[in-house]
């Protein structure tokens, strides 16, 4: 089975701090993707990478950067962590589909609060 | 309005009954996926449907796409206490991403 895995299930940062969020998955997936969840407005895509070293902005991608230098890790970035980032975020990954989106894997999610 | 958007947003049923979960989109898709979350946890994949199916099985579940329509539904059929989740649509638009709805939170009391 594959097994997306998150730093952290539960953060809380200072205001200013810089934050990581690391994203591990064992099955050698190209594509990895970070998202937030918010009560009421779903999933929302922050960023995400489709090789090593190749990255493309998501719907939300202020405040946040993101690194992916192997394939099987993909971390995000909060440079100056502001309260409006207290966020359940999730990590996930898939496998190439050619043209078309293949089924996305989940991590457990890391509840992050920012104080 | 978002793309993927499910209806209704909050489901109650009893155990045994059937429970229905509506999704509508606004563009063209490739595919549509079904995801469940349990609380406070990750999201796991249920069923994917391409644009060129109109009805898929597995198991308990039963998924059609009406492309005319923009629109597709999730029936969870003969519904146990475990099935008590968060459901998401997420359609496959061709921009490389998936995009999800907000859900229906679907609760089944025993």
């Known amino acids: 089975d594959v097994k997306v895995t998150q730093s952290s299930r539960y953060l809380v940062k200072r205001t200013g701090e810089k934050v990581f969020l690391e994203c591990v998955q064992d099955?050698?997936?190209?594509?990895m993707f970070w998202y937030r969840q918010d009560p009421g407005l779903g999933l929302r895509l922050i960023y995400f990478s489709y090789d090593v070293k190749m990255k493309e902005k998501g719907d939300i991608p202020e405040g946040y950067s993101v690194s992916r230098e192997k394939k099987e890790r993909f971390s995000l970035i909060l440079e100056s962590a502001s309260t409006n980032q207290t966020s359940m975020y999730l990590c996930?990954?898939?496998?190439?589909?050619?043209?078309?989106?293949?089924?996305?894997?989940f991590g457990p999610g890391t509840r992050l609060t920012v104080l | 309005s978002q793309q993927g958007e499910e209806d209704p947003q909050a489901l109650s049923i009893q155990e045994g009954e059937n429970a229905t979960m509506n999704c509508s989109y606004k563009t063209s898709i490739n595919n549509l996926q079904w995801y469940r979350q349990n609380s406070g946890r990750g999201l796991v994949h249920l069923i994917l449907?391409?644009?060129?199916?109109r009805e898929k099985h597995s198991g308990r579940l039963r998924v059609t796409l009406d492309t005319s329509k923009k629109s597709s539904s999730l029936l969870i059929t003969a519904s146990r206490a475990a099935d008590t989740a968060s459901y998401f649509c997420?359609?496959?638009?061709?921009?490389?991403?998936?995009?999800f709805g907000s859900g229906t939170r679907l609760q089944v009391q025993p």
């Open positions: 099955m050698d997936h190209e594509n």
């Open positions: 997420a359609t496959d638009t061709g921009r490389r991403a998936l995009t």
């Open positions: 996930a990954s898939s496998l190439s589909l050619g043209l078309a989106q293949n089924q996305q894997f």
């Open positions: 449907i391409r644009s060129n199916e």
